[in-house]
């Protein structure tokens, strides 16, 4: 997964890095798991809602630096959902949020296999979405 930061995030590091303005980051980070694109401006009107869904908040790795692409953080544990008790529908994209209900979304990626082609998960009644430890990463070029 390759995340992109949102608008809100690119005015807040710019804002802060050249006005010097204050960045308050939260205690904790959540992905959302989002049926379409949240987008640029982190519009996350197709979050999965109901069926047992919530937020997972990762934990990650100490910043590495990759000489090609750049520095980043990976997760330390899998990320796995609760069975959903209703159909959740195709999942397209994560979102790195600020909360965990409402917030601000920070970054979004599209769910990809190794090659780096579009994998949506169809997630039904009484599946589990799950994020193995490692693939969840966020990086800066």
């Known amino acids: 997964m390759e995340f992109a930061l949102t608008k809100y995030a690119e005015q807040k590091i710019l804002n802060a890095m050249l006005l010097g303005e204050a960045i308050?980051?939260?205690?904790?980070?959540?992905?959302?798991?989002?049926?379409?694109?949240p987008g640029r401006l982190g519009d996350l009107t197709?979050?999965?809602a109901g069926g047992s869904y919530i937020r997972l908040s990762p934990t990650f790795d100490?910043?590495?630096?990759?000489?090609?692409?750049?520095?980043y953080c990976d997760s330390v544990y899998d990320l796995e959902w609760p069975q959903a008790t209703s159909a959740w529908g195709e999942i397209t994209?994560?979102?790195l949020v600020d909360a965990e209900a409402g917030g601000?979304?920070?970054?979004?990626?599209e769910l990809v296999d190794s090659e780096g082609n579009p994998a949506p998960k169809q997630i039904g009644?009484?599946?589990i979405f799950r994020i193995p430890v490692g693939e969840l990463v966020v990086g800066v070029d």
């Open 93 to 95: 994209h994560i979102a």
């Open 125 to 127: 009644l009484d599946d």
């Open 46 to 48: 197709n979050e999965v």
């Open 104 to 109: 601000n979304v920070w970054a979004r990626a």
């Open 62 to 71: 100490p910043a590495e630096d990759d000489p090609v692409s750049g520095s």
């Open 24 to 37: 308050t980051f939260p205690a904790s980070w959540y992905i959302a798991l989002c049926t379409a694109d």
